[in-house]
């Protein structure tokens, strides 16, 4: 899921992709929304508040939104910088880097968390919101603008397109790609939602506080080492059924 592209990517590689990182996504949010008050997966809502300031001619107040946008801005400059950087190496899997840095920033945050006694807040936000703008980024390049899984604006007004065109089938005759692309906006949709269920009971109920973000963090190891480890046995497999032909 990780590694198909182009022609060679199909529904069920994104909505693989799909169901995993909308639901880390889910967790990301409802975590840094319970302890900092903040949504931390996508900028709409903060570039409001910024404009706002700036209205009122509050700027040092605004500051903070701003660099919320900016944060999120550089995750997701970073991942597509790294991935377009290493593209041609046909050894290495490209979209590793971004995911490894996501899971270090997920881990680093709950790690301080747990040590020392957080006063500013807002570098915490603004870490999140960097870790969202790679994953973002990074999911968009592997599925062709396809699935995106930070925030849900865009996908409620897809979903809404595409469902009204159900109605016109003279018009959209690819049914078939029409409900696929449906059912991959409900994946998205209710996988986030669950995501932050069960991050909100384990971070409330359980008591995990911010190391609730480690369990984001190891859904994504393990699904990114999981589908290495998949397809070199596809290759080896492959390899060796060439030998005894």
């Known amino acids: 899921m990780f590694r198909h592209q182009g022609k060679s990517r ?3 590689h994104n909505l693989q ?3 995993i990182l909308s639901f880390v996504a889910g967790i990301v949010n409802v975590t840094g929304f319970l302890a900092y008050n903040q949504l931390t997966t996508n900028v709409t809502g ?3 508040l910024f404009m706002s300031d700036v209205f009122n001619f509050e700027f040092w107040k605004g500051t903070i939104y701003f660099l919320y946008i900016i944060s999120f801005l550089f995750g997701s400059f970073l991942s597509s910088f790294l991935i377009e950087k290493y593209k041609e190496n046909k050894k290495m899997n490209v979209f590793v880097l971004p995911t490894i840095i996501e899971c270090l920033v997920l881990i680093t945050i709950a790690i301080i968390g747990a040590l020392v006694e957080i006063n500013y807040s807002d570098i915490i ?6 870790a969202m703008g790679l994953q973002n980024s990074f999911v968009t390049k592997i599925s062709n603008a396809v699935v995106r899984t930070t925030h849900l604006t865009g996908l409620f007004t897809d979903l809404g397109i595409e469902l009204s065109q159900l109605f016109f089938p003279k018009r959209h005759p690819n049914r078939d790609k029409l409900k696929s692309n449906i059912k991959l906006r409900l994946y998205i949709i209710c996988f986030f939602f669950l995501g932050g ?11 995990f506080k911010l190391h609730t973000l480690i369990l984001a963090a190891a859904i994504l190891l393990v699904s990114l080492f999981y589908d290495d480890f998949k397809y070199k046995l596809i290759r080896t497999k492959r390899k060796y059924n060439q030998r005894n032909l």
Request: charged residues 10%; hydrophobic residues 60%.
């Open 17 to 19: 992709i799909a169901t």
């Open 46 to 48: 903060h570039f409001a």
């Open 10 to 12: 199909k529904l069920k």
């Open 197 to 207: 269920i069960i991050g909100g009971i384990i971070y409330v109920n359980l008591n």
């Open 125 to 130: 936000v603004c870490a999140l919101l960097f």
